[in-house]
């Protein structure tokens, strides 16, 4: 009897702490390292403050992270350069030789 008592209060427990992590897992949004957020809010619009990364919380029907990728990529920028004996030679330059 003690036993059964013991379990039945350990399984209230265990599925006490599985809604509480599911309701604060739900409160919590991730930003990965080269991305930004805004704040879109259902009263106040889209808020002027620019999250940075991490892990941050939100209310869940009133807020929803926009995530934007804000890392530089390289891009090729084709020119034409002069030879010695003046041929015209077209040169692929990248913005890694700036």
């Known amino acids: 009897m003690a036993s059964s008592r013991l379990f039945?209060?350990?399984?209230r427990i265990g599925i006490g702490l599985g809604i509480g992590g599911?309701?604060?897992n739900s409160k919590l949004y991730n930003i990965d390292g080269g991305h930004r957020?805004?704040?879109?809010?259902?009263f106040q619009r889209v808020k002027l403050d620019v999250i940075e990364e991490?892990?941050?919380?939100?209310i869940s029907w009133l807020?929803?992270?926009i995530i934007f990728d804000v890392r530089t990529r390289p891009r090729?920028?084709?020119?034409?350069?002069?030879?010695k004996?003046?041929?015209?030679?077209?040169?692929?330059?990248?913005s890694e030789d700036w």
């Open 85 to 94: 004996d003046i041929k015209a030679r077209e040169k692929q330059s990248t």
């Open 63 to 65: 807020h929803r992270p």
């Open 37 to 42: 957020a805004v704040i879109f809010d259902r």
């Open 76 to 83: 090729s920028v084709p020119s034409i350069t002069g030879t």
């Open 22 to 24: 599911g309701v604060i």
């Open 54 to 58: 991490g892990t941050h919380f939100m």
């Open 8 to 11: 039945n209060n350990i399984g």
